[in-house]
């Protein structure tokens, strides 16, 4: 398996909604990200756990919270969004974030949020 | 921290021609530059990587270059096809304040390749 799987594809929610995204990786990555897309533009990074512990937070909203259940899985909460926050979320993973021989990083199919 | 600048932001050919994607990176201590291939509505594609320890490696009709001297590095694309239509982009790989590797994105080139 190569994947990394991202569920929803889509997500409509309100401003007062709380919903979350899900990635799954099944390559045994212990790196695993949150990036934000927004149209025309290149993914901007958010958050990276590495070994399931939180390892880099690029000055995220708090709005915006991130969790890896184990080593497959990540997710990332969303609750109180607004309108701007509307764009693809990708995730990604790579073998290993502090072994620089391991850095390839592969990306998910990305849910795209929009806030109404 | 690393900034990666690339051009162009569009560039259109007809089939059959070349097509070259240049980008610059500013930390000297970026180790890892690969290039992704995002379609429309689609994921980011890894579709080739270079390594600092490395001048040149193709894979079929992609090449990359590294000039690790000048802090840039280039991709090639020889008898483009109208399937390679799609916005490219270069990332650099350096060392971060935390000791991990994060990759810096160019800001993407949309290419055209005109029937």
């Known amino acids: 398996d190569t994947e990394v799987t991202q569920t929803p594809k889509h997500l409509v929610m309100g401003m007062t909604n709380k919903k979350s995204l899900k990635c799954e990786q099944h390559?045994?990555?212990?790196?695993m990200y949150w990036y934000k897309q927004k149209a025309k533009k290149p993914p901007e990074l958010m958050f990276v756990?590495?070994?399931?512990?939180?390892?880099i937070n690029e000055s995220v909203p708090s709005r915006f919270s991130p969790e890896c259940p184990n080593s497959s899985l990540l997710n990332l909460h969303l609750h109180a969004l607004q309108p701007e926050d509307s764009a693809l979320y990708l995730c990604?993973?790579?073998?290993?974030?502090?072994?620089?021989?391991?850095?390839?990083?592969?990306f998910g199919q990305g849910t795209r949020l929009t806030v109404v | 921290g690393e900034n990666v600048e690339q051009h162009p932001s569009t560039l259109s050919v007809q089939e059959g021609d070349s097509a070259v994607i240049k980008c610059t990176y500013s930390?000297?201590?970026?180790?890892?530059f690969p290039w992704y291939k995002q379609e429309l509505g689609k994921r980011p594609q890894l579709i080739i990587d270079?390594?600092?320890?490395?001048g040149e490696k193709k894979d079929q009709r992609i090449a990359v270059t590294l000039n690790k001297t000048a802090k840039h590095f280039s991709l090639h694309i020889t008898e483009t096809q109208p399937e390679d239509s799609a916005v490219y982009f270069c990332?650099?790989?350096?060392?971060?304040?935390?000791?991990?590797?994060?990759?810096?994105f160019g800001g993407g080139t949309r290419l055209m390749v005109k029937p």
């Open positions: 990604a993973s790579s073998q290993d974030f502090y072994d620089a021989r391991n850095t390839e990083a592969f």
């Open positions: 390559m045994g990555h212990r790196a």
């Open positions: 756990y590495s070994y399931e512990k939180l390892s």
């Open positions: 930390d000297s201590a970026s180790n890892y």
């Open positions: 270079i390594r600092s320890n490395v």
């Open positions: 990332a650099a790989s350096s060392p971060s304040r935390g000791a991990g590797n994060m990759l810096t």
